[in-house]
């Protein structure tokens, strides 16, 4: 059962059809074919001169146990733990895990769509969590005045943008340390909405805001009063996506805010890929063109240095 070659995966719609083969060292798509090599089609990038095949940049780039790889994206699809999937496969830990995050790094672009209609969103707060860094070695300031500000606890937090039309295209992003901020909206959510689109949210002040500067037409909800307006107007949608990711992440025993993205990435795709009648092959189609995943993989630990947690939240 082989289906990581780019000929089995035509047909298929979750990407773009028409995706160009690019050099995936400085992205042009001025290449040639250059024979094939182990069965893999190979190029040569007239720009830069460098040669490629099929998997350069990808998640399958380097790997050896294709077969095997190929049953742990199905154990992806079914949110399987890493001990049994490594148990399962007979594959370490070690390896697992990494397989793990280059695939979630492929699907960075599945998280955020053009909107459609009523978008619903909300902002949701998470602890940081320094499970399994390795850097250790940075001091622990836990002086209780260092945590109190003027906007209380949630400054401690990460804060997360949750968004969903009612065409099943839900997106999750950091939007940054603390609370919202209207510029962390746009960042997050700004590019995927367009004026035809109505918001409806929870009264963050932040929405409220950023809506106001684009435009929006804005319905706003507080969780004591009205719930629906208009029989359409609500906050539901993006509530019930909320309380699906509580129940997903809740096996994983709490992720390392390093990884948080990824997971952020993982659960978007899978809500997307329920109505697929071939969820295997969308995924590794998904998989198999984003040429930009070993970078994204490899930026992990640069991407978390972003976000600016103060020293004395990393505990
Ligand atoms: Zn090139």
């Known amino acids: 059962m082989e289906f990581l070659t780019p000929e089995k995966l035509n047909g298929l719609s979750i990407i773009n059809e028409n995706q160009k ?13 250059h ?3 182990k069965g893999r089609k190979r190029y040569k990038c007239k720009q830069c001169s460098k040669t490629f095949n099929d998997f ?14 190929q049953e742990y994206i199905e154990l992806t699809l079914e949110s399987v733990s890493i001990r ?14 990494a397989w793990r995050h280059k695939i979630l790094a492929s699907l960075s672009m599945i998280n955020g769509n053009s909107f459609i ?18 850097k250790l070695d940075r001091k622990a300031y836990k002086r209780s005045s260092d945590r109190k500000t003027k906007r209380g606890i949630s400054n401690d937090k990460l804060s997360v ?38 918001l409806c949210s929870d009264s963050h002040p932040s929405i409220i805001l950023w809506a106001n500067n684009k435009e929006l037409e804005h319905h706003t909800f507080l969780a004591s009063k ?15 996506l909320d309380n699906r990711y509580e129940r997903w992440i809740k096996p994983f025993y709490g992720v390392a805010t390093k990884y948080l993205s990824q997971y952020l990435n993982w659960f978007v795709f899978l809500q997307k890929i329920k109505k697929s009648s071939e969820p295997i092959k969308e995924f590794a189609k998904i998989i198999m063109a984003n040429i930009k995943t070993i970078n994204q993989y490899r930026n992990i630990e ?11 939240l990393r505990t």
């Open 56 to 69: 350069t940049g990808t998640a399958i780039s380097g790997i050896k146990k294709v077969d095997k790889f």
């Open 35 to 37: 024979g094939i090599y």
């Open 161 to 198: 943008m949750v968004a969903t039309d009612r065409k099943g295209n839900p997106l999750m992003k950091i939007a940054k340390m603390g609370r919202i901020d209207s510029d962390s909206v746009e960042k997050t959510i700004g590019s995927f909405i367009n004026p035809s689109n109505i």
């Open 226 to 240: 009205q719930h629906v307006k208009n029989q359409c107007y609500h906050v539901q949608h993006v509530n019930s």
């Open 21 to 33: 083969v690019l050099c995936p060292h400085c992205h042009t798509d001025d290449i040639y074919g």
């Open 117 to 134: 209609g009523i978008v619903e969103c909300d902002d949701k707060q998470f602890k940081i969590n320094e499970k399994g860094s390795r």
């Open 302 to 312: 640069r991407e978390y240095e972003k976000l600016n947690i103060p020293h004395y």
């Open 84 to 97: 049994k999937a490594s148990k399962e496969l007979k594959i370490s830990t070690n390896t697992i895990f």
